[in-house]
């Protein structure tokens, strides 16, 4: 069925916007959430920043310490906080470190000698169980000995009376001799 010359007009107008439409579509769905999180990112950046001042929120360097950078000077002067922490020095700030440094490792190190002492006590118990169990291995042992040898001379004294009952003429009916 041929269409005519009208619907084949009417379809390429259709196809001219469709397509294009639907291309600049694409690259939105494509771009976009890439381009709105940078520019959620930027905007949560600068409504972070808490000095009301002329400076950036991120600074892509970091200055090593002593240096001081005149751009940034006005950043947090208005915050007390800010303030106490910039006008420490270096030593100071080396202090404050060693210090927490130090609190963390007697922490640690209390932690390890509690440790350590649960790990003794645990030994200890042990060590004593070891003991009991050592001391009834050998108390069973020696029983055992015992019996072994009280069997021995039962044995022994079995055989002599069952020689002397066959010298005397008496035959086992339980065993039969060919």
Known sequence: MAHSSEQRIWCQGVLRFVLPFLCVCLVGYIVGPTLFWNLKDKSRAQA???CVCDCYSEIDFILPPGLVNSTYSDCGKNDPYENEELEKTIVALLSEEIALQKIVSNDTLERTWVLTMDAKRASSHYQKEAEKCNAGVETCEEGRERAE????????????????????????SKKVYA
């Not at 040898?149 to 035959?171: H, M």
């Open 48 to 50: 972070s920043c808490p």
């Open 149 to 172: 040898a009280v069997l021995r001379e039962e044995l022994k004294l079995t055989a002599l009376w069952e020689k002397r009952a066959r010298e005397l003429g008496w035959k086992d």
